[in-house]
């Protein structure tokens, strides 16, 4: 996988730090007109960015912003061009298919997918492997989590074209989700598939695959439920089997306790493609829990 840029934007967050810090009134001024258009700009970014949803109707901008917590994030939050497709369907299908992951209650899973059994995808990106695989499964539900505006109405939009109705889309972070509007044993599955790499040493802590993630999703799983997992950053691909099979609820599915041969129903994802353009080696674990 081409490694996620790290380079801060200008509106993430520093690690640890919750973005619900920014101001919540504009700062005040010292007499220096372009010190202040600036921070004036940037005051209204950042309002714009964390308290406004972007499209009537559609996903918040930052659905859990009253939680204020110190937690080191997997994702870097970004404003991204939302193509004027990716917006109809946003504000046309969002009420219907989406929901903010907003840490304010407990999904009711049976009733959002009439009793299918629910696997949780974490980090759809934009969303082709998510709708394929919906479309190839449809006796089962896809919970559908990214932070990505686009993928979020190119995923609405792939799933409409498909006539699935095995698809919700979730805005917000998955730990969120995970820890607050699930209940135990939720759910069937989970996959995380080419999730960000993080690969300097400083911000290892960032990778989503870690002991303390799947102590949280081990609660939401049901016993015999599975976790697959792909990279094609084969530091990562050591650590997820490491940690899968270090932890007690879990267990390889390969007999010989290796990566898996990748599974003819996992299609090819976008972030793969470009990986395996730049020759990179693709891995996938499968584990079940116990
Ligand atoms: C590298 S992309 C891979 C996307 C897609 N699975 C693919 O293979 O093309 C990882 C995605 O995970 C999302 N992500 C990372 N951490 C997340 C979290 N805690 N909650 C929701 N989405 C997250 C990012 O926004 C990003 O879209």
Redesign the pocket.
Known sequence: ?NP?PETPGPTAETPGVPPETAPATAPETDGDTDAEARRAASFERQRRLRQEPRFPGGPAADPAGSHHERRI???QPRRSRVTTGQEDALQRLWPTWGLDIDGRGVLDLPTLFDGLPVVLE?????GE?TAQMAADDPVTGILA????TP?QGNLLSLAERAGLSNVRVAN????ILLREMLEPDALDGLRV????PWPKKRHHKRR?IQPEFLDLVAQRLKPGAFVHCATDWEPYAEQMLEVLTAHPLFENTREDGGYTPRPAFRPL????GQGLDKGHVVHDVLFTRR
């Open positions: 996988m996620t994030r997997s994702f974490i980090g759809f990106g934009m492997a989590v990214d932070v990505h993928g917000g972070d998955a730990i598939f080419f999730p960000d989503l994802t976008r972030f793969e």
